[in-house]
């Protein structure tokens, strides 16, 4: 009994061996030729959206795109794009105040101003031909353990500024 079930047995790995061989010759076949395509092109996109793809990245990695939102902030721009959210509803952070207003010439003079979004409920705020005095601004100092941080309000997170924190 047991010689007529091993040419049987035989035969069905043989034919399963064969029948795999098959299928990764097919997948190779159709994968290995394919090279990747170019991103597509978005003209409604500005070109600081646009990815660009460098030839040293593996072509198993999916290459993802940088968001708008990812990006240094920019003041709004005049030319928007006609179909993106900003260019419907703007960015946002639409209520200016200018905390330092400059005294010379704008190129030349200290300034400092926020951006602020009622949505987000947050700033953001740029300056120039400022000095900070580190030492009246205090904040948490980093590096520390996550056990020691958890459950620790967000205010605490965020830098205190004091009294002549500018000079």
């Known amino acids: 009994m047991m010689s007529k079930r091993n040419p049987r047995i035989l035969k ?36 600081r959206f646009r990815v660009s ?6 072509s198993i990695q999916k290459p993802w795109p940088i968001l708008p939102s990812y990006l240094p902030w920019t003041p709004p721009q005049k030319d928007l794009p006609t179909r993106s959210c900003e260019g419907y509803f703007g960015n946002g952070f639409t209520k200016r105040v200018d905390f330092l207003k400059p005294t010379t ?40 353990k996550l056990e020691e941080v958890m459950g620790r309000n967000e205010e605490v997170e965020l830098p205190e500024f004091r009294e002549g924190k500018r000079i």
Request: net charge negative.
């Open 53 to 58: 793809v460098t030839n040293n990245q593996s």
């Open 105 to 144: 010439a704008v190129s030349e003079g200290s300034w400092f101003r926020c951006f602020y979004s009622e949505t987000l409920e947050s700033s953001i705020c740029e300056g120039r031909n400022l000095r900070m005095v580190p030492d009246r601004i205090a904040m948490s100092k980093g590096g520390e």
């Open 12 to 47: 069905i790995i043989l034919y399963m061996l064969l029948l795999n061989s098959l299928f990764l010759c097919i997948y190779f076949a159709f994968h290995s030729s394919s090279s990747p395509e170019p991103p597509p092109h978005h003209p409604h996109l500005p070109s």
